[in-house]
């Protein structure tokens, strides 16, 4: 064995916590998913720091809290001077390897144009001040479409890229294609005429299986696998829609949408993802239940990538000597409150599925404790005997790992376009940043679905004001940094201090 494990990390996209066989889902089918489960530790209330791709990976990559690093939302770069987990693994010997998407930086090309993930200067320049050695970057499925990478090389290879971009292009842009026209609505489904091998989720794990048979170095790695889905659109392949075809899908435990509150600027964002984002007046029980479909299957896709995976790891003799571990970047409403995506403070969007292998195995454990998406980026340096720099706010798992007690939280955070959330065990406040005001709060024993929100309820202002003082206001008190305007910012006026890493 080398002095030192391999650790592979495969992060998908979008991935719903509960929609796992391990995790109790009656009708999913992951065979592989469930199969790391028995032979690891699965990990029940795993929160993300951002319920939005770039928020949700900066914050994993950095072990810093949004307020710090700044991505509130899909317009930053994660700032290439922050200290990383990555790099520190680096640092201590591993070579640090990435294939797929990472969206970690803003794919404009140096122009503004296309470009290609392996000729922009600006990216790679990027990854490696992230800490990436090697790096295979893909995009994700929407950004294939005017973001050329690896994969698109592929299918340009094959004939197919020309079909790829007219018909997802049709969902981004409009139709027809990349031109004008009637865009899809986002509860459209329809299987994508790239399928089989060439689906976009089945190359990459066919092309991290061949990274990892050719692998030949003496030093350990770790991998950041990315796989694009499940994220929408909602386009499974035929074949793996056709295992869910007969099936009755399971339905969200809450249809209820939300009211609009009453404050500026929360109800323009609640309004946008109610009645703009998700169309959630549409969105009938017939139609989430068809999108689920879909969804399930693009999970089965990914969860067949894992198996083969898994069969090269075997393969090479390296299972026994690698950290294998499966979690995704923020969670998917689903149809809960008959809303779609991710982006709102509700438990589906922020709960990640974690499941944590060592190598050989272990026996199964559930741990049911919260806990934050970035202590697992902190248990990956655990892993590779790195301490990490003092200002990282992660904290290692590994007491779980070793069968005694490990790491629990009382509170965990999420925030995104300017709003914060901060759960207990019994609630949980959402907060505009800027004022430290409650605009939304949840009583979660009473109200497991959050279907009523408490937060103008003068029965509550008693314990909605002690936990801003307690946990709110601290959380805020080192300033909140902001590199620009955001979406649903009400003047355009930013206020913003020096970033932590000037500190």
């Known amino acids: 064995m080398r002095p ?23 009708v999913v089918r992951t065979p592989n998913m469930d199969r790391l489960a028995s032979q690891g530790i699965r990990f029940e209330n795993a929160y993300c ?62 122009n503004g144009g296309r470009h290609h993930t392996r000729d922009t200067r600006e990216g790679i320049e990027q990854m490696r001040a992230y800490g990436f050695e090697e790096v295979i970057e893909t995009v994700g499925k929407l950004a294939t479409v005017v973001i050329t990478s690896e994969y698109s090389d592929y299918l340009e290879d094959r004939g197919l890229y020309p079909t790829y971009r007219q018909w997802v292009g049709a969902r981004m ?50 991998l950041w696998v990315g796989f694009p889905g499940p994220h929408d659109p909602w386009d499974a392949p035929q074949d793996y829609v056709d295992l869910y075809r007969s099936a009755v899908m399971p339905m969200p435990a809450s249809l209820a949408r939300p009211e609009l509150p ?100 272990c026996d199964p454990r559930v741990v ?3 806990i934050e998406h970035m202590d697992l980026s902190a248990t990956i340096r655990a892993i590779a005997g790195s301490d990490g720099d003092p200002r990282f706010e992660g904290r290692s798992l590994l007491g779980w790992l070793d069968g005694g007690t490990g790491l629990s939280r ?23 940043e800027d004022a430290a005001e409650t605009v939304q709060f949840f009583d979660l024993v009473a109200d497991p679905l959050e279907e009523v929100s408490l937060a103008e309820d003068p029965a509550e202002r008693a314990i909605i004001e002690d936990l801003t003082e307690t946990l709110v206001k601290p959380f805020l008190a080192p300033g909140v940094f902001r590199p620009g305007p955001g979406t649903f910012d009400r003047t355009r006026y930013v206020r913003s201090r020096q970033p932590a890493r000037a500190e």
């Open 4 to 26: 030192r494990p391999n650790i592979l990390l495969i992060m998908s996209d979008q991935h719903r916590a509960d929609i796992m066989g391990c995790a109790g889902d009656p």
């Open 410 to 432: 009382d509170s965990v955070v999420s925030e995104n376009y300017g709003f914060g959330m901060v759960r207990t065990a019994s609630h949980k406040i959402v907060f505009w």
């Open 49 to 110: 720091q951002g319920p939005l791709c770039m928020p949700a990976r900066a914050s994993f990559l950095t072990e810093r809290y949004v307020r710090d690093h700044g991505v509130f939302q899909n317009a930053w770069d994660v700032p290439s001077d922050l200290p990383t987990f990555v790099g520190d693994l680096r640092a201590t010997g591993y070579l640090t390897s990435c294939i797929g998407k990472m969206h970690l930086w803003v794919h404009g090309g140096e």
């Open 368 to 370: 049911v404790p919260m």
């Open 173 to 222: 842009y409009g139709a027809p294609g990349d031109g004008a026209g009637t865009r899809y609505p986002l509860s459209s489904v329809g299987s994508n005429p790239i399928s089989g091998e060439d689906y976009i989720d089945a190359w990459h794990g066919r092309r991290v299986a061949e990274w990892i048979e050719s692998y030949d170095r003496p030093q350990p790695f770790l």
């Open 262 to 361: 009453a404050g500026q600027p929360f109800r323009r964002f609640l309004d946008y993802f109610l009645n703009v984002h998700s169309d959630s007046s549409n969105l009938t029980d017939s139609t989430i239940a068809e999108i689920r479909r879909y969804y399930y299957a693009n999970v089965t896709v990914i969860d067949d990538a894992i198996g083969r995976i898994f069969t090269a790891l075997e393969h090479r003799g390296l299972l026994d000597d690698t950290w294998v571990i499966y979690t995704s970047d923020h969670g998917e409403m689903m149809g809960e409150h008959r809303m779609l995506t991710k982006m709102v403070f509700y438990e589906p969007a922020l709960k990640v599925p974690l499941i944590i292998r060592p190598p050989g195995g």
